[in-house]
């Protein structure tokens, strides 16, 4: 248990994070709130950032990511930080309650994203602050582009327009995101493009790297039919190895943004 007081965030969860606690302008005397914090990033770190004057308010769906920032808050004396179980789409919160409100790459996983930016600016006090990031549709395009070439060469169609509506679904461009935190009410102070790589010996440990089990490939399993994937993704496998013994190493990019907004 005592690891928890190491254990800041995923590797996954780094890049973005690091932007976003750039972008934030420290403040005293307000209440903050993180959307989607997961296993605490940035929510525990804006806490001890911003001190005893800020009241920090974490708001997660998951029984586990309660129970997990919850330990980590105590095992590390965080007195000014508080983990609530809810909804983007339903922030229990007042009106105008916030001064600072976050979400790393959280608000791309939620039901309905025009609603949960309606909530934020509901609960945002006016001037302010709301940072968010969010990775963008060619994220990992290395390894859709091998996918869709496989489900061609099989004749699967149906699955290619699947895979895409997959991608759309959990990462839209930019200007679409523009578009509704403007529709929100937000004005954009900065819109920064950034991204990362992730490299991997070869498709194997690509496919078989606990972040990709867990985040991704039983999703990408069920574009497919059952009966398939297991054969489908093998020749995945295969061509992805194949390309790392081409070029030396596989290579996957994530690209992101950072939206600066402010309640005006």
């Known amino acids: 248990m005592l690891n928890l007081?190491?254990?800041?965030?995923?590797?996954w969860s780094a890049p973005f994070g690091l932007m976003l606690l750039?972008?934030?302008?420290?403040?005293?005397?307000?209440?903050?709130?993180?959307?989607?914090?997961?296993?605490?990033?940035?929510?525990?770190?804006?806490?001890?950032?911003?001190?005893?004057?800020?009241?920090?308010?974490?708001?997660?769906?998951s029984a586990d990511a309660i129970q997990m920032i919850t330990q980590k808050k105590d095992l590390r004396g965080i007195e000014f930080a508080k983990i609530v179980k809810g909804v983007a789409e339903e922030i229990p919160f007042p009106d105008?309650?916030?001064?600072?409100?976050?979400?790393?790459?959280?608000?791309?996983?939620?039901?309905?994203?025009?609603?949960?930016?309606?909530?934020?600016?509901?609960?945002?006090d006016k001037p302010a602050q709301m940072v968010l990031t969010m990775n963008l549709p060619h994220t990992m395009i290395e390894f859709?582009?091998?996918?869709?070439?496989?489900?061609?060469?099989?004749?699967?169609?149906?699955?290619?327009?699947?895979?895409?509506?997959?991608?759309?679904?959990?990462?839209?461009?930019?200007?679409?995101?523009?578009?509704?935190?403007?529709?929100?009410?937000?004005?954009i102070n900065s819109i920064q493009v950034d991204g990362f790589k992730m490299k991997y010996t070869d498709g194997s440990a690509f496919l078989n790297h606990s972040f990709i089990r867990k985040a991704f490939l039983e999703n990408w399993k069920a574009i497919v039919p059952d009966e398939m994937a297991g054969s489908l993704f093998a020749t995945i496998e295969e061509k992805l190895n194949q390309i790392a013994v081409e070029r030396g190493e596989l290579i996957v990019s994530v690209p992101f943004v950072c939206f600066d907004c402010i309640k005006s």
């Open 22 to 61: 750039d972008t934030v302008r420290m403040q005293t005397h307000i209440n903050v709130l993180d959307i989607g914090s997961g296993s605490g990033f940035p929510m525990l770190e804006l806490s001890e950032r911003m001190g005893k004057t800020c009241m920090v308010y974490g708001l997660d769906p």
């Open 96 to 124: 105008e309650y916030f001064g600072l409100i976050v979400s790393n790459n959280g608000l791309n996983n939620v039901r309905d994203q025009a609603a949960s930016l309606a909530e934020c600016y509901r609960v945002a």
């Open 144 to 187: 859709y582009e091998v996918f869709e070439d496989t489900l061609r060469e099989k004749g699967m169609n149906e699955a290619i327009g699947r895979m895409h509506e997959h991608i759309d679904l959990k990462r839209k461009p930019v200007e679409f995101l523009k578009e509704l935190i403007i529709s929100a009410g937000f004005n």
């Open 5 to 11: 007081t190491y254990d800041d965030l995923p590797l």
